[in-house]
C-alpha cells in the first residue's frame, strides 16, 4: 500500500513539475520547493487518512464515543 502511495506522489510530483516547466522558467528552489511540497503533501494527506480509517476499524473510536455520550447523559 505504502509503495502505492509514493508512486502516486511521485507521478503527482511530475506532473506539477512538468505544468511549471510549461508555463514558465524552472529554477533550482522552485524544483526542489515543488518536489518537497507536493510530494509530501500527498505522503501526509494519504496516512493521515489511512490512520482515520484503521483507529474506525480497531475500534479506537467507539470507546471515545463512549465517553463522551455516557458524559452527556448524566447532565441534570
Known amino acids: 500500500m ?3 502511495i509514493v508512486a502516486i506522489g ?3 510530483s511530475a506532473g506539477a513539475i512538468a505544468y511549471l ?8 528552489h522552485l524544483v526542489v520547493a515543488t518536489l518537497g511540497g507536493v510530494f509530501f503533501s500527498i ?6 487518512f489511512a490512520l482515520s480509517f484503521f483507529s474506525d476499524k480497531s475500534g479506537h473510536d ?3 464515543t ?3 455520550r455516557s ?3 448524566n447532565r441534570p
Open 62 to 64: 467507539q470507546s471515545v
Open 21 to 28: 516547466a510549461f508555463t514558465g522558467e524552472l529554477y533550482l
Open 43 to 48: 505522503l501526509l494527506g494519504c496516512g493521515l
Open 2 to 4: 505504502v509503495r502505492w
Open 10 to 12: 511521485v507521478v503527482v
Open 66 to 68: 463512549d465517553s463522551t
Open 71 to 73: 458524559s452527556r447523559d
